[in-house]
């Protein structure tokens, strides 16, 4: 082999590596072309997931469970019965508060009854009272005549006497009437007052009574809304009480995405640009939304514990906003959104539509 073939065959392998490192760089150029477009074009983050409407359950009354209609992770409709408590208490209080109901009742009508007995007694007494006044009317005009007789020797005294009795039977007799009608007045007085109280009795029985049948309803525990089951926590036997969690109700389709992004990267951002959502579980799939709101504060002052600078040293760290970002794409069953799955949204800071944080808290 001669020094000039061996000279051609380096010339032709040190052009064959500088066409490799031209396709490898322009390769490369052509990848970084498109981060680099998502750089300039987007702002992102990986501290975002998914959030949504859940629903906790929780029975509003104690009881022992005789029925659970759903299983793990189960899908529901609004108004599904999901759990049902033994109901005899209940029954038995409904039945018992019921004829206490019945019972006042009839003690209402034995004092309406008995109220409007007296009424007809007062206008029997009156009419009594009407007579013995014109009576005792009668009487005393009878008595003048008789006196004026007498005084004249016209009458006997035998007759004067009778008349002066008269007279005076006619006024006890109207006495009478009048005190019979002041205690038909007070018995009439009295069954008012129990009348009142009667029905004040009835109407705090019938309160009790819609309690209790409100609280038989409620042994019989109905899905809030559509969606799944999730965190079910409850079984047949199981001793339940008012408040205590024992499922929840997680609605696929009303979702959104927690976004938390630094504060660095809000400048650009606005209300209303659209976002590029990628699913960490569903590789390839890309899911549209746009900025719904900010919070006006950063996720660290509203944390459990938020932190006290003005104390021992001081480091910077960079806060993070979060952004409430609505996803608009629709709800595919086969690319099901779940809360607390990962994300990362990519939004789009060259759409100068809506308005900026600064601007919504200006408006707040």
Same mark, same amino acid.
């Given at each position: 082999?001669?020094?000039?073939?061996?000279?051609?065959?380096?010339?032709?392998?040190?052009?064959?590596?500088?066409?490799?490192?031209?396709?490898?760089?322009?390769?490369?150029?052509?990848?970084?072309?498109?981060? !680099?477009?998502?750089?300039?074009?987007?702002?992102?983050?990986?501290?975002?997931? !998914?959030?949504?409407?859940?629903?906790?359950?929780?029975?509003?009354?104690?009881?022992?469970?005789?029925?659970?209609?759903?299983?793990? #992770?189960?899908?529901?409709?609004?108004?599904?019965?999901?759990?049902?408590?033994?109901?005899?208490?209940?029954?038995?209080?409904?039945?018992?508060?019921?004829?206490?109901? #019945?019972?006042?009742?009839?003690?209402?009508?034995?004092?309406?009854?008995?109220?409007?007995?007296?009424?007809?007694?007062?206008?029997?007494?009156?009419?009594?009272?009407?007579?013995?006044?014109?009576?005792?009317?009668?009487?005393?005009?009878?008595?003048?005549?008789?006196?004026?007789?007498?005084?004249?020797?016209?009458?006997?005294?035998?007759?004067?006497?009778?008349?002066?009795?008269?007279?005076?039977?006619?006024?006890?007799?109207?006495?009478?009437?009048?005190?019979?009608?002041?205690?038909?007045?007070?018995?009439?007085?009295?069954?008012?007052?129990?009348?009142?109280?009667?029905?004040?009795?009835?109407?705090?029985? &019938?309160?009790?009574?819609?309690?209790?049948?409100?609280?038989?309803?409620?042994?019989?525990?109905?899905?809030?809304?559509?969606?799944?089951?999730?965190?079910?926590?409850?079984?047949?036997?199981?001793?339940?009480?008012?408040?205590?969690?024992?499922?929840?109700?997680?609605?696929?389709?009303?979702?959104?995405?927690?976004?938390?992004?630094?504060?660095?990267?809000?400048?650009?951002?606005?209300?209303?640009?659209?976002?590029?959502?990628?699913?960490?579980?569903?590789?390839?799939?890309?899911?549209?939304?746009?900025?719904?709101?900010?919070?006006?504060?950063?996720?660290?002052?509203?944390?459990?514990?938020?932190?006290?600078?003005?104390?021992?040293?001081?480091?910077?760290?960079? &806060?993070?906003?979060?952004?409430?970002?609505?996803?608009?794409?629709?709800?595919?069953?086969?690319?099901?959104?779940?809360?607390?799955?990962?994300?990362?949204?990519?939004?789009?800071?060259?759409? #100068?539509?809506?308005?900026?944080?600064?601007?919504?808290?200006?408006?707040?």
């Amino acid at each position: 082999m001669s020094l000039k073939s061996i000279g051609e065959r380096f010339k032709n392998s040190k052009k064959i590596k500088i066409a490799i490192l031209i396709v490898v760089a322009v390769g490369a150029l052509i990848f970084m072309s498109k981060e !680099i477009y998502y750089y300039i074009v987007y702002e992102r983050t990986d501290d975002a997931y !998914i959030e949504g409407t859940i629903v906790p359950i929780s029975p509003q009354v104690s009881g022992k469970v005789s029925k659970v209609y759903v299983d793990y #992770n189960q899908r529901v409709k609004k108004g599904e019965p999901l759990v049902e408590i033994e109901t005899d208490d209940y029954l038995a209080d409904v039945k018992a508060k019921r004829e206490n109901v #019945n019972t006042l009742y009839n003690q209402l009508q034995e004092i309406s009854s008995s109220l409007n007995e007296a009424m007809a007694k007062l206008k029997t007494a009156e009419a009594n009272l009407q007579a013995a006044h014109a009576q005792r009317v009668l009487a005393e005009k009878e008595y003048q005549r008789i006196k004026g007789l007498y005084e004249e020797d016209l009458v006997s005294k035998s007759r004067f006497d009778s008349a002066e009795a008269s007279l005076k039977v006619a006024i006890a007799q109207e006495r009478a009437a009048e005190s019979q009608i002041k205690e038909v007045k007070s018995t009439i007085n009295t069954f008012t007052v129990k009348l009142k109280t009667q029905q004040h009795l009835i109407g705090k029985a &019938q309160e009790e009574l819609k309690i209790s049948e409100i609280n038989l309803k409620r042994t019989l525990i109905f899905s809030p809304r559509d969606g799944r089951i999730a965190k079910k926590s409850v079984e047949v036997g199981q001793y339940v009480r008012p408040g205590q969690l024992i499922m929840a109700v997680v609605d696929e389709q009303d979702i959104w995405v927690g976004a938390n992004f630094k504060e660095t990267q809000i400048e650009k951002m606005r209300v209303g640009q659209p976002v590029r959502i990628k699913v960490d579980a569903y590789p390839g799939k890309i899911f549209k939304g746009h900025v719904a709101s900010f919070q006006p504060g950063t996720g660290a002052v509203f944390s459990l514990f938020p932190p006290e600078n003005a104390t021992g040293n001081f480091v910077k760290v960079v &806060q993070r906003i979060p952004v409430r970002i609505i996803v608009d794409s629709p709800f595919e069953p086969d690319y099901p959104l779940w809360p607390g799955m990962s994300v990362i949204p990519y939004v789009d800071v060259t759409v #100068n539509t809506g308005a900026k944080l600064k601007d919504v808290i200006g408006k707040q």
